[in-house]
């Protein structure tokens, strides 16, 4: 199942995240999840693991388990490399061993210290705060972004943990529209305007942390997992799939592409079993009352600065 992008290109619903995935476990998480059927990969320069990641591609496609047409390989623009898009696209390429992107994303709207090409650091202030680059504008970035699809760097160009205000601007400075806007977005995060306004426009929304982070995000930041929550652990013996399985099916019937992140392979085979089945649209609604507007990921916490204030 897919979803056909403004481009006419075509991004798989489901998808494997790779962030905070350890480098010596990537190969046989890619391989398995191939074999699953996973044909998606959302990566980033920003999880420094680009290499091992393109390692286990390249193996999967020598050995003729997948071929690389059938792959939808998305990658991520750091803040670092704001002023040097080509060579940031050219250096994850490499790390991919990958002669195009399917997808690349500007992961935050914002630019920050340029600490060299690829090195994807967060330079931090004498105060202890991100050092934040006020010369380059999100303009210019996307200007810059589009050069990849005429290069034929990338098929397809998006943004990243931008609201309605900057996704408006993209749309009124853009010669190539974003295909894609990545948000976390999950049943205490739903977002519902900025996913209406996106899909309004013609831009596919991926929720990033569409299980709202799981165990990860509650030991990183202390926030409240989603999958504990009692009306959805009321809802599995009803359809006979687990609270993950329900969350991801609840994504996908509001049309975003669900791009979960899981280190275990029965996590894997159970992510991916979720079009078998279909939520009531009174099970969509008693979904659509969970919201508490709610935000797990939060990069405040190393960037010494809330940039969602």
Not at 43 to 53: G, L
Request: with cysteine.
């Amino acid at each position: 199942m897919a979803i056909t992008l403004n481009n006419g290109f075509k991004m798989p619903i489901i998808g494997l995240g790779v962030w905070r995935m350890e480098g010596k476990e990537i190969r046989d998480l890619i391989t398995n999840s191939i074999k699953l059927g996973y044909r998606h990969f959302d990566c980033a320069a920003d999880y420094k693991n680009e290499t091992e990641v393109g390692e286990a591609l390249a193996e999967a496609v020598k050995t003729g388990l997948v071929k690389r047409e059938d792959l939808f390989i998305t990658t991520k623009l750091w803040n670092s490399d704001h002023g040097h898009v080509v060579e940031a696209c050219k250096d994850s390429l490499k790390k991919l061993q990958l002669d195009y992107l399917d997808l690349y994303l500007v992961h935050f709207p914002v630019a920050t210290k340029h600490t060299g090409v690829g090195a994807t650091d967060s330079a931090l202030d004498d105060d202890g705060v991100l050092d934040i680059d006020t010369t380059i504008s999100l303009e210019t970035t996307w200007h810059a972004m589009e050069d990849l699809v005429s290069l034929g760097l990338a098929r397809s160009i998006g943004i990243s943990n931008y609201d309605i205000f900057l996704t408006r601007d993209c749309l009124a400075y853009s010669k190539v529209k974003p295909a894609v806007n990545q948000i976390e977005t999950h049943p205490y995060f739903q977002r519902e305007s900025l996913v209406k306004f996106c899909q309004k426009h013609g831009i596919c929304v991926t929720a990033h942390t569409p299980l709202g982070g799981a165990e990860a995000n509650t030991e990183w930041f202390g926030t409240v997992s989603v999958l504990d929550d009692p009306v959805l652990k009321g809802l599995t013996e009803k359809y006979k799939k687990t609270v993950a399985q329900i969350v991801l099916r609840w994504g996908i019937q509001r049309n975003t592409v669900v791009i979960p992140k899981s280190s275990k392979v029965e996590r894997l085979k159970e992510n991916f079993e979720v079009l078998d089945f279909e939520l009531s649209k009174e099970d969509m609604d008693l979904l659509k009352e969970l919201d508490r507007n709610y935000r797990t990921n939060q990069p405040a916490k190393f960037w010494g600065i809330n940039l969602y204030a």
